[in-house]
């Protein structure tokens, strides 16, 4: 008879005898928790111990209670009890959730502090520059002030100015006309700025933006026009800018690196962003956030061990949100149970969290602090390079030359990492 039933992949499955405390397991509560209110989790775990008082022996029922899939199953004085989220309910709900200032995850006084300069200017047209270490969510921030504009329903179109070659930053821009250079679209392309006309563009890691190319940007921002390669003419156009960086603006027009006068145009309005270690309120909501994205994603329900979100808590995360984005799907991928654990935990989570507060904690447990600071090295150039995949960002984002990497990493492998 269960050979009939259509059962599909990664159930929670929880045995009720005599003796259990509980109808459900707390996975399985869980699970319950993400899809229904108090009312009706109550409702029903009443009405599936009522199905299995009525159940007879060796019987099997399965009930469908949308998005939730439960399956009961009676054998002698065991009760099996299976869980799991419909596939077409999850593939419904997986759908990317629309970005809304009210409910964008920012719990801390922080990044409330953020919502609320946010409310206020993207009503207005003023340049924007959105200030943050990588990863902090610079770029979703841009896409929020974007919404709540007078421009919603126009383009939103971004550029990372430090992934294209400068030889192509120019074309991508402001575009060319037809038979400016050899290999070029025929007929000629519109660039960035045009496309985006009556829309927002944005400038994410504006300060790697070349010398030459800054000029034109200065004059899309004072003269509201832009000059395709092979143009004689200006073109007008009119975008909103909205830039970001995770370098110091300033020290780069000490150098020499950026124009004051470019600075000054961006600089209309700043928003510091915090680093996720100074939003330690919102690590646990962006944490079950990102899980219930993959829960949506894969149709698998897992859940984290209260002791993981502690964890979460403590640590630096360097990386920011994106470097917490990205450990959650790593454990959701890897983790075969349904409730991840410590010991799931990447090795560096463990001697970063564990060795640091063991060190200061007890007296006895002192290391020296040559070993500490190797310990220390070796943990944060594997980190960077498991979060960027490139011994070039990591170098970058460590503020070390790429032969450093290199040869560090060369050297863990050796010792086994």
């Not at 832009?226 to 960086?245: C, D, F, M, Q, S």
């Not at 060190?359 to 310990?375: F, G, N, R, V």
């Amino acid at each position: 008879m269960i050979h009939k039933l259509k059962v599909q992949d990664n159930w929670i499955l929880h045995t009720v005898t005599e003796e259990s405390d509980s109808m459900f397991s707390n996975p399985q509560i869980d699970l319950l928790h993400s899809c229904f209110n108090g009312e009706e989790v109550e409702f029903i775990t009443n009405m599936t111990k009522k199905k299995i008082e009525s159940l007879e022996k060796h019987g099997i029922l399965q009930i469908e209670i949308l998005p939730i899939q439960v399956f009961l199953a009676k054998a002698d004085e065991k009760t099996f009890i299976a869980l799991s989220m419909l596939k077409k309910q999850v593939e419904n709900t997986g759908e990317k959730e629309e970005l809304d200032v009210e409910t964008f995850i920012a719990r801390s006084a922080k990044m409330k502090e953020v919502m609320e300069i946010v409310k206020k200017i993207s009503y207005v047209d003023s340049s924007i520059l959105l200030l943050g270490k990588s990863g902090v969510g610079k770029s979703m921030i841009a896409k929020l002030i974007h919404k709540y504009s007078t421009r919603a329903k126009r383009n939103f179109i971004s550029i990372n100015c430090g992934a294209i070659p400068e030889a192509l930053m120019e074309a991508e821009l402001f575009g060319y006309t037809h038979g400016s250079f050899t290999g070029g679209q025929r007929g000629g392309k519109k660039g960035i700025f045009e496309s985006a006309d009556e829309g927002t563009v944005f400038l994410d890691e504006v300060g790697e933006l070349p010398l030459n190319l800054q000029v034109k940007l200065l004059e899309v921002l004072q003269e509201n026009c832009i000059r395709p390669i092979g143009e004689t003419k200006l073109i007008p156009v009119n975008v909103r800018v909205i830039a970001a960086t995770n370098q110091n603006l300033l020290e780069l027009v000490q150098q020499k690196k950026f124009r004051e006068d470019l600075y000054y145009r961006l600089h209309v309005v700043p928003i510091e962003i915090p680093p996720l270690c100074d939003r330690i309120d919102d690590i646990p909501h962006l944490t079950r956030h990102f899980l219930k994205q993959k829960i949506n994603k894969y149709g698998i329900f897992k859940t984290f061990h209260p002791e993981v979100e502690e964890v979460f808590k403590r640590y630096e995360w360097p990386g920011n949100v994106r470097e917490l984005e990205n450990i959650i799907e790593r454990l959701f991928i890897t983790t075969e149970e349904n409730e991840i654990q410590l010991t799931h935990l990447p090795s560096f989570f463990h001697s970063l969290s564990e060795n640091a507060s063991s060190c200061y904690d007890k007296e006895s447990d002192i290391i020296p602090l040559k070993k500490a600071k190797k310990m220390l090295e070796k943990e944060l150039i594997v980190k960077a390079y498991d979060l960027y995949k490139s011994t070039y960002k990591a170098a970058r984002a460590l503020q070390v030359d790429q032969s450093t990497i290199v040869k560090k990493l060369k050297e863990f492998r050796e010792e086994g990492r």
